[in-house]
Structures are given as C-alpha cells and as structure tokens.
C-alpha cells in the first residue's frame, strides 16, 4: 500500500522522483488539496531549513517519522516529537565533504579577496590600477568553532595549508592535535579565521556577538557555514561598517533567502546563498539516505540515521 508522507519544505526534483518512484504519496504542506490527507500522513520530510513545530504537528496526528534531508535539523521541534514518539532522522556524513570545501573556499575568497579581484577585472580597473595586497592565507592562523565531523574536516583542509589550528567546543578532544580554547571569544582573540561549524538551535543562538567580534579584531575575518542564527547579524553588520573586523565570508543568514539590504552593500563581505552542500552528488546521496531512513521505517527496520536525540 502506498504511503502518503508530507513535504514540509521545497524538495529538489530528483528527490520528488525517486519519492514517487518508491511509491510514496507526497503531499504539499504548503498546498493542501485533500483536507482528509492530513490524518492519512504518516511521515514528513523535508530539508534543513523545515519547521516542524508543536502547532503542525497537532494537525498531523499518525505522523511517527520527520525525515529531513539534512545534516542540521535546527527547526525541528524535537523534544515535542519525542514526546508524541515521532522518531527525527537527518543526513550527517554524507555532505561532509562538501561543507568542509566551501569553508576552505570561503576562507580563501575573503582572505584573498578572490570576488573583488573578479570584479576589478570586470569592470576594466586592471588598466589603470592595480589590486590591492592582501595577506597570506597559508600559515595564517585558524579557530574552527565546533569539532565535530565539519569542523574536523575543515581543520584536515586548513593542515594542508599549512594553517596553525585551534578551535572550541564543548570539550577539549582527546584525538585531534590542535589547540583547544575555553570559549568562542577566546579562540577568537587568537586567530585571523574564525570558522563557525556547529549546529543551530537554542543552545548556540548568537553565540558569536559583540565581544567574540571585538576578539576577532580589525585584522580578522568570519566564516560562517553553520546556522545564521549562530551569529548576531544586526551585531555582525555594525562592526563590519565600523571595519572593526577585516571581513566576513557567510553561507548563512537570518531570514534567508532575504538577505539584509545593508549587508549585501558592504565591501568586504563575500556571500553565498546556502550552497555548502550544494554539489550534485551530495544533494543525490543526501536525497538516497533520506529515502532509506524513510523505507526502513516503513519496513520497521532499523533507522540508518536518526538524530543523536532519538537514539
Ligand atoms: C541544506 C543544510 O540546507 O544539511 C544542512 O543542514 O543546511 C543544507 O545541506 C539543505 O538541508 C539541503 O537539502
């Protein structure tokens, strides 16, 4: 028998095919068109950025599974899932990869003012000017904060640039070699790169504000590929017009996709829109591990990955 789950957030094509191709009945959360499909639903899914909160999930009584195709599942209401026994899969180790590669490219585009150089050559100012120096990227010192599968996968990559590491979390590691920090502002007093790698939610909103900034310091840039959320934006945005941090290369905003008019106005920005596991074959394996956690469910077999909470 077919069975009928609910999108909760846009899902990209190949996903909504291999979802019919399995068989599955996908409804629209935001486009209902059977008032009856909501008791029918046993299942949601969707991406990183879904909300799933207390309000929709009273309107969804047999739902037992939200599936999100995703490693952070920030806007998932888990305690309250867990009360009504929804298990809360996700997508962690398949877009590793990928997140650690726009880190390092972020890095690089901000330190080496790789968009700006673009532009300069655009708009013809090579003929009569020269670009400015910027300083080395290797060598330079980065603060990864979060070690978790992300944040080792870009210390891997910032080793290979000859980058002297550090970072934060919640507790010093005992199998990685860098150098460990107490807290956010710490680290950031130590570094010209302080990379943000861990997830969103309550527990680390604004934790890069005003005095992890002032760390920071003129000379410093931010790299965020975690959660907007993470960082004080309107904060973010005043100490960049202050110039009181060299820069800052972002992934992720508040209220994405709009993006605050005075931020995209900004000179030594460099932005992407939510692209860090946007390469076609992670989105396709990200795609497949969700499918296979919402099949064994089905199958009432073993989830391959349910969130740590749900274990
Ligand atoms: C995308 C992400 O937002 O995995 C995450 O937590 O932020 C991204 O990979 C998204 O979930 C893609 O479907």
Redesign the pocket.
Known sequence: MAQEIMQVSPLPPFMMKALQEADFIVHDHTHIKDPGALSKVTALIG???AKVDKKLLTMLPHVKLVA?????YDGVDVEACKEKGIVVTH?PGV?TDDVADLAMGLVLSIGRRIPQADKFVRNGDWVDDQFALVHKVSGARIGIVGMGRIGRSIAKRAAAFDMRISYTCREAKTDVPYAFHQTVTQLAAEVDYLVVAVPGGDSTKNMVGASVLKALGNKGYLINIARGSVVDQPVLVQTLKDKEIAGAALDVFWDEPIIDPELRRLPNVVLTP?I??ATVET?QA?AALTLSNLQAFYERRALPTPVPECQ
């Open positions: 991406t990183g950025s999100i195709c995703g490693v952070g997508t877009l939510h860090a596991s989105r990200m």
